[in-house]
């Protein structure tokens, strides 16, 4: 899979074997670049929660990925970790989440949507 920062859901690349998806990665959520700006651990919380809530009520039609990149040296200090605990006990007491990885994204994409997505890109093709 490949991280593209463009979408909130997967979508296939075009390659010349096998098959390739970019899974959503969002550089807002990640909190290197926001710590090292010197935002706190507190916003962080927030920014994520409210992003969750955005993407969780769009997806009551169809799913949608929030990838939080997260750095053990950066979020796991001590007086951030709890800001970690809260955002996600606040997303993982929602119906429905699927907190996994990038990897079983990905392979739950290529299992149930590549092709139909395929098809349909082809469509447009000139």
């Known amino acids: 899979h490949t991280d593209w920062m463009h979408d909130d859901q997967p979508v296939p690349i075009n390659v010349n074997s096998g098959k390739l998806v970019s899974v959503p ?3 807002e959520l990640n909190d290197s670049p926001l ?3 010197n935002y706190e651990a507190d ?3 927030e920014i994520c929660k409210r992003q ?3 993407l969780y009520k769009e997806g ?3 799913g949608r ?3 939080i990149a997260l750095h053990p040296f950066l979020i796991g200090q001590p007086h951030r970790i709890k800001f970690l605990d809260e955002i996600l006990s606040y997303i993982l007491a929602h119906d429905g989440v699927w907190q996994t990885t990038a990897d079983d994204i990905a392979e739950y994409y290529i299992k149930n949507y590549y092709d139909q997505a395929v ?3 082809q469509q447009f093709k000139a």
Do not use: N, P, W
């Open 25 to 27: 990665y969002s550089i």
């Open 35 to 37: 710590f090292r700006v």
């Open 43 to 45: 916003y962080f919380a």
């Open 52 to 54: 969750f809530d955005q």
């Open 60 to 62: 009551a039609e169809s």
């Open 65 to 67: 990925v929030m990838c």
């Open 119 to 121: 098809d349909h890109a």
